[in-house]
């Protein structure tokens, strides 16, 4: 395109100008060749004559309105210096980015204020996210180096560069912080909070205010993080270049010393500082230099706590850190020192008296009187003597600085290396990521050494930096296949050579520095002599001892006077001898010589030569020798050896002006600093190529309208674009096509956006033109029709005006008559009334003068007369006040002192006591009721007892009648019936024996309810004294009453909004809980995997298991030890609240492990005998009897021992009983009480169980008599017998088989005696051991009251009143509790009585119809049987202990939700309901217990196992929730039974409370809804951004801007996938039909929904948010649209009551701010009331991100956007910017019955259950 073409009408460019450098012009008249000016006109209208050169140099073209403010400087068409700046300028000012791209190198402008996008949700916003998805920032640029690390495993390094003052240091810092947040360490090491702690240090030590910059880094660092294989962080290191040491002892006008003095002298009030002797930082030399001391914001004080706080976070010891501030004062006080010339100049003196020089030795540890010697005085060796050579006054002051130099240097060195120390790992390093932050180039007035260094180093970074450019590019036309040439691109390694190169500046200032007198001048002469020839060296003109270097940014003008002293930097040897002999161990350790120079290097400080008088011929000092520029040199050789061993990001920050003013841009400066920096070297090298890419879809999506239709329908988009870009640009070598991107010569992109626009512009002419025609042809006839209307209309209006004219006219005449005659009357009455009224006036002011005269004259009388009686009472008055206050301050006084007395009486125990003494009187004579009420209990057991043993006595006589009968074989009729008499007299006094009891029972339950009227009669006493205290509380409080009641309101929504959050707490405790279990569980694999000790013990997995994963209060026996872990929590927590709440935990407790010691003990007597009864029934069916009389013989006289032994026996148990109950009658006390109860229940169940064996021992003699008598006789005679002794109860015959199984049974009942008889001894021994734990408890109680009573003895009356009272509650609560415990075992022994009684009515009852089928039956070998009725299935399901796991493995491991899909839902959850109602219809509650734990640890272990599935987490959860509910709906509670059926009544639990137990699988369900929720987000969240936000859902609507180098197809992987709103609906129809399926109770589907739409929201928002790129109005039409395809679906789903469409609020209305008109006042107003969900900052970064996409978009202006802050400033929010993408809402899991019962469930036989047995 030639020049005529570019430079036409309305084109604008840019023209040079002085004061802002460039300035904005545009052209009114087309540019021809030849002419000799260009007619622009400027921004403010006027016209100027641009002359053109002979060269024909046409000023530089702008860019198009569309590219200005772009994220990356590459992307605009016309690159050069103009564009760059006006684009910052943009986008500084007017949207407020401080962070823009250019190529690889992210540019930082300080804003010069806090700007709140640095916070955590930013940073978790960044990470994971491409460098060109979202917009410029610094964790954009740390992501990337943190991806490219863990992607391709190549160290990265981010180099950090600028200006004094331009935010190197906090970019830096921002950098750290999100690397230690993203990649925080995996072990407790909190390396993370250790690397950002070397920050405040480095900044005290390292920082000070200069002219530039109130907190300047004064040295360069590099900060090594390393990271491990999984890409967490496991250390750092850290390397320092070139502190600035003169700032130690000189700083310029406005300038301070090093942050860490300032902060000493604030703090010096501080106990601990006091022996550092320090004043005002205005007292000390060294700090007082600069003039200005304070720093506005800055608290000096407060850095120092935090200084302090990092050192002890890094480990360095108090007394390190103490010696520390020893040092650096002792600098301040040596900077103190005087010193006094004598006569001759050439020696001086200092005064032994000096008091700083005696602070200096003291906190350094020297001698006094050596450092007053050798700070005056030098030595000098020579080979053959020493001198001792005086020094001038200047000569000791530059000695002294010079030490005090090197002591703040070896300082810095020390903690430098002491962070290093504390940074380092023993864990081997996979990567690291190393952040240069480093000293920009400067030029000053006047330059010395320091910023020759700085400078040599910035052009070995922009060396490497240009290199690291052109390698970019070179890979990019590579990777493309563009043909590429070599780039011509400013090398400055001339410049380098000319300073490190043999016989440069540094190698000509070395060897000046080891002649014998060697001076600057003569250094900068041989500078003249040898580079006087090269072109980056020049001489200056007037000055000798300056030279001047042309660096790549700016050519610097070095003074060279201290050139050759910086670079030696010597202090004298006898000064590092006396530090070496410090008394101080850290002192004398910062001089001594160094092992290893190279660590020295390593550290990059420059070790100091010192200066001595012997000459060093050891080969070890040599190292001492190098001079400060030569190991500059080698440690920036080092870096950039380690710089190009990895891949760097570069970091540019531009200081925008020089008063420090936030948003102000200085174009001048900001230029100056682009060029210094090499940004305009990027962009040079850029434009030097194809610097314009576009992917071959943008292209065509954007220039689509410069295509033919005929091309468009070809599928191959390379060849559209090919076909277009022939036709419009002929020059081919102005593009290349590569295999994926377009490439464009600079210029030509704005070309096709100039094409574009004429193209667009001759459109909407066209558009404009037919529109215009068509309505001014609708005007016109409009107009036409009017006419004719208003022409008739106005005719009859003048007809009709002219008629009303005449009658006006006639009317008018006759008013003006009237009106006439009435004037001139009003007239006369006028005047005549006037001069009465005149008249009257005069006359009564004569009189009314003489009465005012009377009047006051009066008045002054009475005025007098009350004026002294006034003064005269006010006297009075006086007097009596004086005398009331006096009486009042006394009365008051007297009032005080008797309300103290009354207070410390009322606080006394004394007083306590008083009040409670009826209580107590009250309590003990409840207990001694109880007392009695128990021997009254045990006389009638003992009573009971008797009988019983009358009975047995009765039954032993009948055994032996039988005897005599069998050895007599003769028996009479008559004997039978006396013995049937015998048991009915027996049976009738077993019925008077019951009656004795029920009576006994009921005298008991009377006295109960006694003692409970007593009980609530004294806790209705209690109340009232309660009720009297809050009634004089509410007597105190009345006056606060009227105010209470006006914030009730306020105060219910407050308490609404701390229950909501303390349910979100709740949960992310429970959530934190499950993260930290998970945690755990991986910390034991992993440690399992690396340990290989093979001595390595681990505890069993079921026990661990159940100690971590159970929330709940453990009733298992193996809990030892859990009160004494309880009760010292409470003592460490001090909370006095818990008192009551742990002693009923306590209580409870106990109790528990009791019930669960008996119940194992029963369960093994119980698995005893059932293993003997097995035995013996299998001995019963092996053996057979053989004989008949021998064994009836031998039968009989084995019955008559066992009679006796059974004789023996109970006898024995009789004297047992007697003994328990004696001593439990002597150990009886207020606490044993439930004991003896016990033992009285024992010893009567075992009465009640010796007459059940009698009553079986009877009948089975019966039985044996008349089997004997009917077998004694064989054949014939056993009628006759039969005959002759005839039985009325049987007719049976008895053979042999009977008489042993007879004699089998007396064996059995032997056994069973014997049994329990152990039983009663086992049992004695236990109470006799629980006594014994209850005495040691007492005493154990007892010391603890008396240390209790030793430490309160100490302290105040008032103190040890309140300790008294409380502890006097807390015993009250405990009897209190014992009695009530008591109470409840009283109650359940009662319903066991009950339960025992009517089991023994029954067997009576049964054993009548046993006689009377026995009487009925007539076969002789078959026994009488009870026959059972067939029962209905209970909806219980029993099983055996040994078959729980596989329970739990087939129910809740094994199984698959597909394998339960066509049953009824949850259904593991009834089933697992069916095995607890069970366990609770046992009563056993340790199934119970195993049966809950099992089931809650294998629910964890299937959702660890499937910790990503969200079909199995949903099925879970729907399980839980279903369980959770069927314990509530079937606990008995009344709130939980109102909608069940009387049949699911019956289905309720009876024994068992398993409250806990709820409470634990509610935070189950909240765990399992937490993991839920973050499966979903983990599938959702990859897909929003590019389904909800980047799709086109609307084809065509929006069009593609140009891009940079940081665009998305850049960094995207290649072959990602491009989502669409259609796979997110699919997704979540896919999640509501699975939850749906599970049976999930809806209204927890709606909280999942709700959470979900949060979460799309918040994602959708952040990332407009932070992308510039998509805040157009095109994006808020597609935004718009999808949001509607979201709330479409959640109608179709019946969702719309879930609050779901609530959350996306947000983003409606961002949607909504970017399609409204944003231009005046109006459009404000609407804006602000419309965006109510959105923050006023998030308005504002909305405002500044939008970005038109088309040219006839108008952009937002900053005056419009200071309007809606305007607008917006009343409102009260929170400084909020993203929304929280991570937050979750609180849970509620409302209780739903089921309406199933429990009987109607079917066990499918896939479920493999078919040991579960239905009962």
């Known amino acids: 395109m030639s020049a005529a073409q570019l430079y036409t009408k309305y084109t604008r460019v840019w023209i040079p100008d002085p004061g802002e450098v460039w300035r904005s012009a545009e052209i009114v008249k087309d540019y021809k060749e030849g002419d000799k000016s260009l007619h622009l006109k400027l921004e403010d209208e006027t016209l100027y004559e641009y002359p053109l050169g002979l060269q024909d140099e046409l000023p530089l073209l702008r860019n198009p309105d569309i590219l200005v403010g772009e994220n990356d400087l590459t992307a605009l068409s016309y690159l050069h210096e103009p564009a760059v700046l006006h684009n910052l300028k943009v986008r500084f000012l007017e949207s407020n980015h401080i962070y823009t791209y250019c190529g690889i190198v992210l540019v930082a402008i300080n804003p010069y204020e806090q700007l709140p996008i640095y916070e955590e949700d930013v940073i978790y916003a960044y990470s994971g996210q491409n460098m060109g998805d979202m917009d410029p920032h610094i964790f954009a640029v740390a992501e990337e180096a943190y991806k490219n690390m863990a992607r391709d495993g190549k160290n990265q390094s981010i180099i950090v560069s600028g200006e004094s003052g331009a935010g190197k240091t906090v970019s830096a810092k921002y950098a750290m912080r999100f690397f230690a947040t993203v990649g925080g360490s995996a072990s407790e090491t909190n390396i993370e909070a250790k690397v950002l702690a070397s920050n405040p240090i480095m900044e005290a030590i390292g920082n000070a205010k200069t002219t530039k910059n109130d907190n300047s880094s004064r040295f360069g660092k590099y900060i090594q993080i390393g990271f491990d294989k999984r890409y967490h962080i496991i250390g750092a290191k850290m390397r320092m270049y070139l502190l600035e040491k003169s700032r130690v002892v000189f700083q310029a006008e406005d300038e301070r010393n090093y942050h860490i003095f300032y902060q000493l002298c604030a703090s010096a009030s501080l106990p601990e500082f006091k022996d550092l002797g320090l004043t005002?930082?205005?007292?000390?030399?060294?700090?007082?230099?600069?003039?200005?001391?304070?720093?506005?914001?800055?608290?000096?004080?407060?850095?120092?706590?935090?200084?302090?706080?990092?050192?002890?976070?890094?480990?360095?010891?108090?007394?390190?850190?103490?010696?520390?501030?020893?040092?650096?004062?002792?600098?301040?006080?040596?900077?103190?020192?005087?010193?006094?010339?004598?006569?001759?100049?050439?020696?001086?003196?200092?005064?032994?008296?000096?008091?700083?020089?005696?602070?200096?030795?003291?906190?350094?540890?020297?001698?006094?009187?050596?450092?007053?010697?050798?700070?005056?005085?030098?030595?000098?060796?020579?080979?053959?003597?020493?001198?001792?050579?005086?020094?001038?006054?200047?000569?000791?002051?530059?000695?002294?600085?010079?030490?005090?130099?090197?002591?703040?240097?070896?300082?810095?060195?020390?903690?430098?290396?002491?962070?290093?120390?504390?940074?380092?790992?023993?864990?081997?390093?996979?990567?690291?990521?190393?952040?240069?932050?480093?000293?920009?180039?400067?030029?000053?007035?006047?330059?010395?050494?320091?910023?020759?260094?700085?400078?040599?180093?910035?052009?070995?970074?922009?060396?490497?930096?240009?290199?690291?450019?052109?390698?970019?590019?070179?890979?990019?036309?590579?990777?493309?296949?563009?043909?590429?040439?070599?780039?011509?691109?400013?090398?400055?390694?001339?410049?380098?050579?000319?300073?490190?190169?043999?016989?440069?500046?540094?190698?000509?200032?070395?060897?000046?520095?080891?002649?014998?007198?060697?001076?600057?001048?003569?250094?900068?002469?041989?500078?003249?002599?040898?580079?006087?020839?090269?072109?980056?060296?020049?001489?200056?003109?007037?000055?000798?001892?300056?030279?001047?270097?042309?660096?790549?940014?700016?050519?610097?003008?070095?003074?060279?006077?201290?050139?050759?002293?910086?670079?030696?930097?010597?202090?004298?040897?006898?000064?590092?001898?006396?530090?070496?002999?410090?008394?101080?161990?850290?002192?004398?350790?910062?001089?001594?010589?160094?092992?290893?120079?190279?660590?020295?290097?390593?550290?990059?400080?420059?070790?100091?030569?010192?200066?001595?008088?012997?000459?060093?011929?050891?080969?070890?000092?040599?190292?001492?020798?190098?001079?400060?520029?030569?190991?500059?040199?080698?440690?920036?050789?080092?870096?950039?050896?380690?710089?190009?061993?990895?891949?760097?990001?570069?970091?540019?920050?531009?200081?925008?002006?020089?008063?420090?003013?936030?948003?102000?841009?200085?174009?001048?400066?900001?230029?100056?600093?682009?060029?210094?920096?090499?940004?305009?070297?990027?962009?040079?090298?850029?434009?030097?190529?194809?610097?314009?890419?576009?992917?071959?879809?943008?292209?065509?999506?954007?220039?689509?309208?410069?295509?033919?239709?005929?091309?468009?329908?070809?599928?191959?988009?390379?060849?559209?674009?090919?076909?277009?870009?022939?036709?419009?640009?002929?020059?081919?070598?102005?593009?290349?096509?590569?295999?994926?991107?377009?490439?464009?010569?600079?210029?030509?992109?704005?070309?096709?956006?100039?094409?574009?626009?004429?193209?667009?512009?001759?459109?909407?002419?066209?558009?404009?033109?037919?529109?215009?025609?068509?309505?001014?042809?609708?005007?016109?006839?409009?107009?036409?029709?009017?006419?004719?209307?208003?022409?008739?209309?106005?005719?009859?209006?003048?007809?009709?005006?002219?008629?009303?004219?005449?009658?006006?006219?006639?009317?008018?005449?006759?008013?003006?008559?009237?009106?006439?005659?009435?004037?001139?009357?009003?007239?006369?009455?006028?005047?005549?009334?006037?001069?009465?009224?005149?008249?009257?006036?005069?006359?009564?002011?004569?009189?009314?003068?003489?009465?005012?005269?009377?009047?006051?004259?009066?008045?002054?009388?009475?005025?007098?007369?009350?004026?002294?009686?006034?003064?005269?009472?006010?006297?009075?008055?006086?007097?009596?006040?004086?005398?009331?206050?006096?009486?009042?301050?006394?009365?008051?006084?007297?009032?005080?002192?008797?309300?103290?007395?009354?207070?410390?009486?009322?606080?006394?125990?004394?007083?306590?006591?008083?009040?409670?003494?009826?209580?107590?009187?009250?309590?003990?004579?409840?207990?001694?009721?109880?007392?009695?009420?128990?021997?009254?209990?045990?006389?009638?057991?003992?009573?009971?007892?008797?009988?019983?043993?009358?009975?047995?006595?009765?039954?032993?006589?009948?055994?032996?009648?039988?005897?005599?009968?069998?050895?007599?074989?003769?028996?009479?009729?008559?004997?039978?019936?006396?013995?049937?008499?015998?048991?009915?007299?027996?049976?009738?006094?077993?019925?008077?024996?019951?009656?004795?009891?029920?009576?006994?029972?009921?005298?008991?339950?009377?006295?109960?309810?006694?003692?409970?009227?007593?009980?609530?009669?004294?806790?209705?006493?209690?109340?009232?004294?309660?009720?009297?205290?809050?009634?004089?509380?509410?007597?105190?409080?009345?006056?606060?009453?009227?105010?209470?009641?006006?914030?009730?309101?306020?105060?219910?929504?407050?308490?609404?909004?701390?229950?909501?959050?303390?349910?979100?707490?709740?949960?992310?405790?429970?959530?934190?809980?499950?993260?930290?279990?998970?945690?755990?569980?991986?910390?034991?694999?992993?440690?399992?995997?690396?340990?290989?000790?093979?001595?390595?013990?681990?505890?069993?997995?079921?026990?661990?298991?159940?100690?971590?994963?159970?929330?709940?209060?453990?009733?298992?026996?193996?809990?030892?030890?859990?009160?004494?872990?309880?009760?010292?929590?409470?003592?460490?927590?001090?909370?006095?609240?818990?008192?009551?709440?742990?002693?009923?935990?306590?209580?409870?407790?106990?109790?528990?492990?009791?019930?669960?010691?008996?119940?194992?003990?029963?369960?093994?007597?119980?698995?005893?005998?059932?293993?003997?009864?097995?035995?013996?029934?299998?001995?019963?069916?092996?053996?057979?009897?053989?004989?008949?009389?021998?064994?009836?013989?031998?039968?009989?006289?084995?019955?008559?021992?066992?009679?006796?032994?059974?004789?023996?026996?109970?006898?024995?148990?009789?004297?047992?009983?007697?003994?328990?109950?004696?001593?439990?009658?002597?150990?009886?006390?207020?606490?044993?009480?439930?004991?003896?109860?016990?033992?009285?229940?024992?010893?009567?169940?075992?009465?009640?169980?010796?007459?059940?064996?009698?009553?079986?021992?009877?009948?089975?003699?019966?039985?044996?008599?008349?089997?004997?008598?009917?077998?004694?006789?064989?054949?014939?005679?056993?009628?006759?017998?039969?005959?002759?002794?005839?039985?009325?109860?049987?007719?049976?015959?008895?053979?042999?088989?009977?008489?042993?199984?007879?004699?089998?049974?007396?064996c059995e009942t032997n056994r069973l005696l014997e049994a329990q008889l152990q039983d009663q001894r086992r049992e004695y021994e236990e109470e006799v051991e629980a006594l014994k734990k209850q005495v040691d408890a007492m005493q154990e109680e007892l010391e603890k009251q008396q240390q209790a009573f030793l430490q309160t003895m100490p302290l105040p009356p008032e103190v040890q009143v309140e300790i008294g009272i409380q502890q006097e509650i807390t015993r009250l609560t405990n009897e209190n509790l014992d009695l009530k415990e008591l109470l409840e075992k009283l109650e359940k022994n009662e319903r066991k009585l009950k339960r025992q009684l009517k089991i023994y009515m029954k067997a009576q009852d049964l054993e009548a119809s046993q006689a009377l089928m026995g009487r009925n039956q007539r076969e002789s070998k078959m026994q009488a049987a009870v026959q059972r009725k067939e029962k209905d299935f209970q909806g219980m399901l029993e099983y055996y202990k040994e078959d729980e796991p596989l329970l739990i493995q087939n129910l809740i491991i094994d199984l698959k939700p597909q394998a339960v899909s066509a049953t009824v839902p949850c259904l593991p959850a009834y089933i697992l309901y069916m095995c607890i109602r069970h366990n609770d219809y046992i009563n056993d509650d340790q199934k119970m217990h195993s049966l809950l734990t099992s089931t809650i640890n294998g629910i964890k272990k299937v959702l660890k196992q499937h910790r990503r599935d969200f079909e199995m987490t949903s099925f879970w959860l729907a399980n839980t929730c279903r369980l959770l509910h069927c314990l509530k709906q079937y606990s008995g509670d009344a709130g939980f039974m109102t909608q069940n059926t009387p049949k699911q009544n019956e289905h309720c639990l009876k024994n068992f409370d398993l409250t806990e137990y709820r409470q634990v699988l509610s935070h189950l369900s909240v765990q399992i809804y937490q993991q839920l929720i973050k499966i979903a987000e983990s599938l959702l969240h990859p897909v929003i951004v590019s389904a909800v936000l980047e799709n086109e859902s609307i084809q065509g609507l929006s069009g593609v801007k140009p891009m940079g180098y940081r665009n998305r197809y850049s960094s995207m992987a290649d072959g990602e996938k491009s989502y669409t709103l259609d796979e997110i609906i699919c997704q979540l129809n896919t999640f509501h039909s699975i939850m749906c399926d599970h049976g999930l109770d809806p209204e927890i589907v709606q909280q999942v929904f709700k959470q979900l739409f949060y979460m799309i929201n918040a994602v959708t928002f952040n990332n407009l948010l932070l992308r510039k790129d998509v805040c157009s109005w095109s994006t808020g039409v597609q935004l718009r649209f999808n949001i509607n395809q979201l709330e479409e679906w959640l109608r179709g789903k019946n969702l719309q009551q879930s609050g779901a469409a609530q959350t996306l609020e947000p983003l409606i209305q961002a949607a909504q701010l970017l399609q409204l008109k944003k231009k005046t006042s109006q459009d404000a107003e609407a804006i602000c009331s419309l965006c109510t969900s959105l923050t006023t900052q998030q308005i504002v970064k909305l405002l500044n991100l939008y970005t038109p996409v088309n040219e006839f978009e108008e952009r937002v202006t900053v005056a419009f956007i200071r309007d809606i802050q305007t607008h917006l400033q009343d409102r009260n929010e929170p400084p909020q910017l993203l929304l929280d993408f991570k937050h979750i809402f609180p849970v509620l899991f409302p209780f739903n019955p089921s309406s199933i019962t429990m009987d109607s469930i079917h066990l499918p036989a896939s479920l493999n259950l078919e040991f579960l047995n239905k009962v």
């Open 280 to 1306: 005002c930082a205005e007292e000390f030399f060294y700090t007082s230099q600069g003039g200005d001391l304070s720093l506005d914001g800055v608290d000096d004080a407060n850095d120092l706590e935090k200084t302090r706080h990092a050192f002890t976070l890094l480990g360095v010891k108090e007394s390190h850190q103490m010696t520390i501030f020893r040092i650096i004062a002792a600098i301040l006080h040596l900077g103190n020192l005087e010193f006094d010339a004598e006569r001759d100049s050439d020696a001086c003196s200092v005064s032994s008296e000096d008091k700083h020089l005696k602070n200096f030795c003291d906190l350094l540890g020297v001698e006094h009187s050596q450092m007053q010697h050798w700070l005056c005085h030098r030595k000098l060796v020579t080979s053959t003597e020493t001198y001792i050579k005086n020094m001038s006054v200047q000569q000791v002051v530059n000695a002294r600085n010079a030490l005090a130099k090197h002591i703040y240097a070896q300082l810095f060195t020390w903690i430098v290396h002491r962070i290093n120390k504390a940074l380092h790992t023993t864990v081997k390093q996979h990567s690291f990521i190393g952040v240069l932050d480093i000293y920009g180039f400067e030029t000053f007035e006047v330059n010395s050494f320091e910023q020759f260094c700085i400078n040599y180093a910035n052009e070995k970074l922009q060396q490497q930096f240009n290199w690291h450019v052109f390698k970019l590019e070179q890979e990019e036309y590579m990777k493309e296949g563009i043909p590429w040439t070599l780039i011509d691109f400013c090398d400055n390694q001339p410049c380098i050579d000319l300073i490190e190169a043999k016989l440069g500046i540094l190698d000509l200032l070395d060897e000046e520095c080891k002649v014998p007198k060697g001076t600057d001048q003569n250094w900068t002469q041989k500078l003249y002599d040898w580079h006087a020839s090269n072109q980056h060296f020049q001489k200056p003109r007037v000055s000798n001892t300056s030279f001047i270097v042309l660096h790549f940014a700016d050519k610097v003008e070095y003074d060279s006077n201290g050139f050759l002293e910086k670079n030696k930097d010597t202090v004298y040897e006898e000064h590092i001898n006396i530090l070496k002999t410090s008394k101080c161990q850290m002192v004398a350790d910062l001089f001594q010589d160094e092992k290893s120079p190279e660590a020295a290097a390593s550290v990059g400080k420059p070790r100091i030569s010192v200066r001595s008088a012997r000459p060093a011929i050891k080969a070890a000092n040599k190292e001492h020798k190098k001079t400060v520029g030569h190991q500059f040199r080698n440690s920036l050789h080092l870096l950039m050896e380690t710089l190009n061993a990895t891949t760097p990001h570069y970091v540019r920050c531009i200081k925008p002006n020089d008063m420090k003013l936030p948003f102000t841009f200085d174009p001048k400066r900001t230029m100056q600093q682009l060029r210094a920096c090499g940004v305009l070297e990027t962009i040079r090298i850029s434009a030097a190529g194809f610097p314009s890419r576009w992917s071959y879809h943008d292209f065509v999506s954007r220039y689509r309208v410069l295509m033919k239709t005929r091309d468009l329908s070809k599928s191959d988009k390379k060849q559209i674009c090919q076909t277009l870009l022939e036709d419009l640009i002929k020059d081919p070598g102005k593009f290349q096509l590569g295999r994926t991107k377009i490439f464009f010569r600079a210029g030509q992109v704005a070309y096709l956006e100039k094409l574009r626009a004429d193209k667009f512009r001759a459109a909407t002419i066209m558009i404009q033109k037919m529109v215009r025609g068509w309505l001014q042809r609708v005007k016109y006839k409009r107009m036409r029709r009017a006419a004719v209307v208003i022409q008739r209309c106005t005719r009859g209006h003048l007809a009709r005006r002219l008629a009303e004219h005449l009658r006006r006219v006639r009317a008018a005449i006759i008013l003006q008559k009237q009106y006439r005659m009435l004037r001139i009357l009003r007239a006369f009455q006028r005047v005549r009334n006037a001069t009465i009224t005149i008249q009257a006036f005069a006359r009564g002011m004569f009189v009314r003068r003489i009465y005012r005269k009377m009047l006051e004259e009066h008045k002054a009388t009475i005025l007098q007369k009350f004026a002294r009686g006034w003064l005269a009472r006010t006297r009075f008055r006086r007097v009596r006040g004086a005398t009331i206050v006096l009486q009042c301050y006394y009365r008051r006084m007297k009032a005080r002192q008797q309300l103290k007395a009354l207070k410390i009486e009322a606080r006394s125990v004394q007083h306590l006591k008083k009040l409670n003494v009826g209580m107590e009187n009250k309590v003990v004579q409840l207990q001694r009721k109880l007392n009695e009420q128990n021997k009254e209990y045990k006389l009638l057991n003992e009573q009971l007892s008797s009988l019983t043993s009358a009975h047995s006595s009765e039954v032993e006589k009948l055994k032996k009648e039988l005897v005599q009968y069998q050895q007599s074989q003769q028996g009479d009729g008559n004997q039978l019936v006396m013995l049937q008499e015998e048991m009915e007299h027996l049976r009738l006094e077993l019925e008077k024996v019951q009656g004795e009891k029920k009576s006994m029972e009921d005298s008991y339950v009377k006295e109960k309810d006694l003692l409970t009227k007593r009980i609530s009669d004294l806790e209705e006493e209690n109340a009232l004294l309660k009720q009297e205290k809050e009634e004089l509380n509410d007597t105190i409080l009345s006056q606060s009453q009227g105010e209470s009641t006006r914030n009730t309101v306020e105060e219910n929504i407050r308490m609404k909004k701390e229950l909501e959050e303390e349910r979100s707490r709740y949960q992310n405790l429970v959530e934190e809980y499950s993260r930290l279990e998970q945690g755990y569980d991986n910390l034991r694999d992993e440690i399992s995997v690396m340990k290989e000790t093979p001595g390595h013990r681990r505890s069993p997995s079921n026990q661990s298991s159940l100690e971590s994963d159970s929330n709940y209060p453990s009733i298992s026996a193996s809990e030892i030890g859990d009160t004494e872990d309880v009760i010292q929590q409470v003592e460490e927590a001090g909370m006095e609240k818990a008192a009551l709440d742990m002693t009923v935990f306590l209580k409870l407790q106990k109790r528990v492990r009791e019930l669960e010691q008996e119940r194992k003990k029963l369960q093994t007597q119980l698995d005893k005998k059932e293993q003997e009864r097995k035995k013996c029934q299998e001995t019963e069916r092996k053996t057979g009897v053989t004989s008949d009389h021998e064994d009836f013989a031998y039968n009989s006289l084995k019955r008559q021992e066992l009679e006796s032994e059974n004789k023996k026996l109970k006898n024995e148990l009789n004297e047992l009983r007697k003994a328990i109950a004696d001593g439990a009658t002597q150990n009886n006390s207020s606490n044993d009480i439930p004991d003896s109860y016990n033992l009285l229940l024992n010893q009567l169940k075992t009465a009640n169980e010796e007459l059940e064996v009698r009553k079986e021992e009877v009948l089975i003699l019966r039985t044996q008599i008349m089997k004997a008598a009917q077998q004694k006789e064989p054949g014939k005679k056993m009628e006759s017998v039969t005959t002759s002794v005839s039985w009325p109860n049987s007719d049976k015959h008895v053979d042999q088989d009977d008489a042993a199984e007879a004699y089998r049974g007396m």
